[in-house]
């Protein structure tokens, strides 16, 4: 073990970029996946850091031309592939709880080489940061942009809690006090994206304004986004209940607590918690605002935002029926991320029976969702693999975590996550389950481990047994062959007006990696993968 850290440090030192893992043909002890995870993080692909990258979709048809170019699945055209602040912050998270953990195991202090790798991922982090302007005060100081370039950068309050939880956990790696400081400037931010008010009256505009259009007060969850020209941007999500579990933590931190931020945190719990108990991913506002460019609040089109009725809906979805939410679909990793920020806030507050005991009635609820899931509803694979067109059987029981699944081993996978997405309407067009299994198992592992002890195992030993020859080795090695989702060219890419031909998407991702890697830290810890 420790000839290998060294080794690993070693090419560190030198700037050697570390070999990417290939499948195993039959290892009788494989390397522990959290290594691995660490391994690929800090290794480079084409100069840049994976553990930097978000995704890099890839796209082909039988007829997709796109510049002049044919997309083939040997041959797949590129589209995007930017870098986004949140996959780097939960790469540095994993990777400050990673070293900091190893060498806890190992009875020593991190080395300069560690820190050094913990500075550089964290300097990478800040650099997404615009420079602050004494002489007119934003809302979004000292908060980090989704993207580090752009003419209109835009900061959103899902991000930059999980960048605050980054700094904090490198913090408490290095003892660095910048970082607990940049990660306090992030608490700020999210306590100004609660109640943005004041910044906007300046203009003779409010946020916030009831069925009447008089102004009211704001609901008490966190804004989703802002963009640097101040344009506010009207949904709060069910995933900002992340902020509240690291605000509770961020009050710990600083000395002396600060109780505005355990203040903040309990409002949005009590708000944020109803989007969850309504089955809701998001909630829009109403509003007044100027028609201006800049300085002004905004609809959030992706989520049909423009309902603007002061209400909670599914996306793709204004509608209530009989007084109940209507339509829609549920987006697995709004709603995991709630649960997971939910039972994080608790744990802090009460530990992990009450934690458990606070998020066990949802939980089963959204398990037992009869909901069209995408991939119950036709093969992922006839993406790539003609062989494997067809529907896919419904071979899980009600609560969709059942122990013995009928499918094959290509199908969604009950014991890691919820899978896919929630469909409560038949789909239009499928996605592959695969990339939000890993995702959901690191998002959800800590409280499936207290809630779902037997399933949380199930899917340890399932990701340490298979899917280094499927979902997760696919990541691993970047050759994405059961990554690709079906769908369809609705946004004209190749410019032909055919918005209705065949395409395939891939994605190479950090998150699946870095969120795997960091569940399993927390709820198996370091020296439980030796």
Request: hydrophobic fraction near 40%; aromatic fraction near 10%; glycine fraction near 10%.
């Amino acid at each position: 073990m420790r000839a290998r850290a060294g080794a690993l440090l070693a090419a560190l030192l030198v700037g050697v970029a570390l070999p990417v893992p290939t499948a195993p043909a039959a290892a009788a002890t494989p390397v522990p996946l959290v290594d691995s995870y660490f391994d690929w993080l800090v290794a480079s692909y084409d100069g840049v850091r994976n553990g930097l990258r978000r995704d890099i979709e890839h796209v082909h048809g039988d007829q997709l031309v796109i510049a002049g170019r044919a997309c083939t699945a040997a041959s797949p055209c590129t589209v995007g592939g930017p870098r986004q602040s949140t996959a780097a912050c939960t790469s540095l998270q994993f990777i400050s709880v990673y070293l900091d953990q190893r060498a806890a195991y190992e009875q020593r202090s991190l080395s300069s080489v560690e820190t050094g790798l913990v500075d550089e991922f964290a300097g990478a982090v800040l650099a997404h940061r615009l420079p602050k302007d004494p002489n007119a005060p934003k809302i979004f100081d000292d908060a980090v942009a989704s993207t580090p370039d752009g003419q209109i950068r835009y900061f959103t309050s899902f991000g930059n809690a999980a960048c605050g939880e980054a700094l904090l956990a490198a913090h408490e790696a290095t003892g660095t006090a910048a970082y607990l400081d940049a990660a306090t400037g992030i608490g700020e931010f999210l306590l100004r994206m609660q109640d943005p008010r004041a910044y906007y009256q300046a203009y003779g505009v409010h946020p916030f304004v009831d069925g009447l259009g008089q102004p009211t007060t704001p609901p008490g969850g966190y804004v989703d986004q802002i963009s640097s020209w101040s344009n506010l941007y009207s949904t709060m999500s069910t995933w900002n209940l992340t902020a509240i579990a690291f605000l509770q933590r961020l009050e710990t931190a600083v000395a002396p607590p600060d109780d505005r931020y355990g203040q903040s945190a309990a409002t949005a719990r009590q708000f944020l918690g109803t989007g969850l108990q309504l089955g809701a991913d998001w909630y829009t506002f109403d509003f007044a605002s100027p028609a201006t460019s800049q300085n002004r609040v905004v609809a959030q089109s992706a989520y049909s935002a423009d309902c603007r009725d002061n209400r909670w809906h599914r996306k793709g979805s204004c509608a209530y029926s009989n007084g109940q939410i209507a339509g829609g679909t549920l987006g697995t990793d709004m709603v995991e991320y709630g649960l997971a920020g939910l039972y994080d806030h608790e744990r802090q507050l009460h530990g992990a029976s009450a934690a458990a005991a606070a998020v066990t009635t949802l939980y089963t609820t959204y398990t037992s969702l009869p909901g069209w899931h995408t991939a119950s509803a036709s093969d992922p694979l006839d993406c790539v693999d003609d062989a494997a067109a067809g529907a896919v059987d419904p071979y899980y029981p009600p609560d969709n975590q059942g122990p013995t699944p009928s499918g094959d081993a290509r199908d969604y996978d009950p014991h890691l996550s919820f899978g896919g997405f929630f469909r409560l309407t038949p789909p239009d067009e499928n996605a592959e389950a695969k990339y939000y299994d890993i995702v959901g198992f690191g998002i959800l592992a800590e409280l499936r481990k207290q809630v779902v002890p037997a399933k949380f195992a199930a899917g340890y030993q399932r990701l340490q047994q298979a899917d280094r020859q499927d979902a997760l080795y696919a990541l691993l090695d970047r050759s994405l062959a059961a990554m690709f989702l079906p769908a369809r060219d609705a946004d004209d890419l190749d410019g032909d007006s055919d918005t209705t031909e065949h395409l395939c998407k891939g994605t190479r991702g950090t998150l699946p990696v870095a969120h795997n890697g960091l569940g399993i830290l927390k709820a198996v810890g370091y020296a439980g993968t030796r």
